[in-house]
């Protein structure tokens, strides 16, 4: 049974500095590997999507990468700003059929 | 291009009764899935729909139903409510096996 893991659950830091999101995951044979952002009480909006043949992406400030052979992933997110303030979830896509498991997510303030 | 909508935004029932909820994909998006999102947690897969079948189901009991019509919307219904089921419900659309995109979801209280 696939188990989504992110740590930390929250994380508390001053604006300007460089930040680090982890994801772990227990059962390698993904499809694909998605970072969403979710404000309080809102949807989810996609960040990055790493498609398992895939090592990383980067979008803006952001930079996500894949190991799926350690079953890990990590978010990047380089010289925070209050406006990035929010919950991070990272989600697996599973071979061998449709679902999507999603972790609990990390809970992120940049204080200004 | 309209995102993906979900309606009604909130909704109060109470403990036995049905609810519906409805979700209109992404321009272009073939595929619809639904999500519970209990306080404090990750979103749960209900189940997806596709070419309007339920594709793939999640750990849901039967109470969980849904359906997907020719223009790719979807509903999702919850019959016999319980108190347990209030929940943030999400709706994502995507084309097979790309970027999901998530609409603003519906909060569903149950008392």
């Known amino acids: 049974k696939q188990e989504v893991t992110q740590i930390p659950a929250a994380l508390s830091v001053p604006e300007g500095e460089n930040l680090v999101l982890n994801c772990s995951f227990t059962?390698?044979?993904?499809?694909?590997l998605q970072w969403f952002r979710q404000d309080p009480g809102k949807g989810l909006t996609s960040l990055l999507l790493?498609?398992?043949?895939?090592r990383e992406q980067t979008s803006g400030r952001l930079n996500a990468s894949l190991d799926k052979s350690s079953g890990r992933s990590t978010l990047y997110i380089a010289a925070s700003q209050p406006g990035d303030s929010a919950t991070y979830l990272c989600a697996v896509g599973l071979t061998g059929g449709f679902k999507t498991i999603f972790g609990a997510g990390t809970r992120l303030f940049v204080k200004a | 291009d309209a995102g993906v909508t979900q309606s009604p935004t909130h909704l109060i029932k109470t403990r036995g009764q049905q609810v519906t909820l409805r979700c209109s994909p992404k321009?272009?998006?073939?595929?619809v899935s639904w999500y519970q999102q209990a306080l404090g947690q990750g979103p749960q897969f209900i189940f997806q729909y596709y070419e309007e079948e339920e594709r793939q189901r999640g750990n849901f009991p039967d109470r969980f139903s849904g359906h997907q019509f020719p223009n790719y919307s979807s509903e999702l219904n919850v019959n016999a409510l319980l108190l347990g089921d209030s929940a943030l419900y999400l709706c994502a659309s995507s084309s097979t096996r790309a970027t999901q995109y998530f609409g603003p979801g519906t909060r569903l209280t149950v008392l």
């Open positions: 790493i498609q398992s043949s895939q």
């Open positions: 321009s272009g998006h073939d595929t």
């Open positions: 059962d390698s044979a993904i499809y694909n």
